[in-house]
């Protein structure tokens, strides 16, 4: 009996420090919604109205700046690990380990990213990661997600990556979510940036957002979620990886639960500033490693 009391109390006590942490988070659940090759140049002329919505709902920047080379693994790396190359070690556009010694390493392998810190504090947290781009999972930590989903677009399943996210949006209910599309880079680099194709690939990517959204609604969780648009560089005619503003420059959306409506900051954001800012939603503690901000400034 005694026995059955001890018990019982840990379990008490186990799940108040639970419910005691996910009580400080500023909302109960956060929707990144990464796409690939998304110059911020793009976004009052592209037909996005899901996408702008969020921004008159919420808080937003279109200076936020990519690192060099403005690429995608170099700049997802730093987006999820809240430092730049220089500490991280990932600094080519298909980095599939650091070319540079990681100045720190946790138990999971990589450098520390906002994914593990996620789940070291929650260990008993929903966490998903759905991606199209294959490099993507060289860039979090694999083994500390519940669902892990890669599929690749092609023009039989063009629309598999919104589907396994809308589905298990609404089974999982996840608290922290990655979903990460490959486009529009690769319109960017068959037809160029900043023409007709890219704004139709545009139109398209948020019609999925929408879906998105709505399954979130769907799930019960549109009150207590903090989306988060953002993109890993832009482009120039058919590439990216140099120093132009249109490479350079990404936008940044959030909106949701406890963030400010229809305002437009204008401090400088870097890349790295994503995981900072993502770690301050859930009271994680930042490492000493990173040197991302949170941009606090868009929270009520």
């Not at 960017?188 to 957002?209: M, N, R």
């Not at 400088?268 to 800012?277: H, K, L, P």
Request: proline fraction near 5%.
């Amino acid at each position: 009996m005694k026995q059955s009391r001890f018990f019982l109390l840990i379990v008490c006590a186990f799940l108040c420090v639970n419910v005691a942490s996910a009580a400080k988070w500023k909302a109960k659940h956060v929707v990144l919604i990464g796409l690939d090759g998304w110059g911020a140049y793009s976004v009052e002329k592209a037909e996005m109205p899901t996408v702008k919505k969020l921004m008159a709902d919420g808080s937003y920047t279109l200076k936020k700046r990519s690192v060099l080379p403005s690429s995608s693994a170099v700049n997802w790396a730093s987006m999820f690990m809240g430092a730049g190359p220089e500490i991280h070690g990932f600094t080519e556009w298909g980095s599939e380990k650091p070319e540079l010694p990681s100045r720190e390493i946790s138990h999971y392998g990589l450098f520390p990213s906002v994914w593990g810190l996620f789940r070291d504090a929650n260990p008993d947290a929903e966490m998903g990661y759905i991606y199209e781009w294959g490099g993507m999972k060289y860039l979090a930590e694999m083994q500390a997600m519940n669902k892990e989903v890669n599929i690749a677009p092609s023009e039989s399943n063009p629309r598999g990556c919104t589907d396994a996210a809308v589905s298990y949006i609404k089974e999982s209910r996840p608290a922290f979510v990655g979903i990460i599309f490959e486009q529009p880079d690769g319109v960017g680099h068959g037809d160029g940036h900043d023409t007709p194709a890219y704004y139709t690939k545009l139109k398209e990517l948020d019609g999925y957002i929408g879906e998105i959204v709505k399954a979130v609604a769907d799930a019960g969780m549109l009150d207590e979620t903090i989306f988060i648009v953002t993109a890993d560089h832009g482009g120039i005619n058919k590439g990216h990886g140099g120093k132009t503003m249109q490479e350079m420059e990404t936008p940044f959306i959030i909106s949701g639960k406890n963030v400010k409506k229809g305002y437009e900051f204008t401090e400088s954001m870097m890349q790295f500033d994503v995981a900072s800012t993502i770690a301050y939603i859930f009271n994680l503690k930042q490492p000493q490693v990173w040197i991302g901000r949170p941009m606090k400034q868009v929270f009520k």
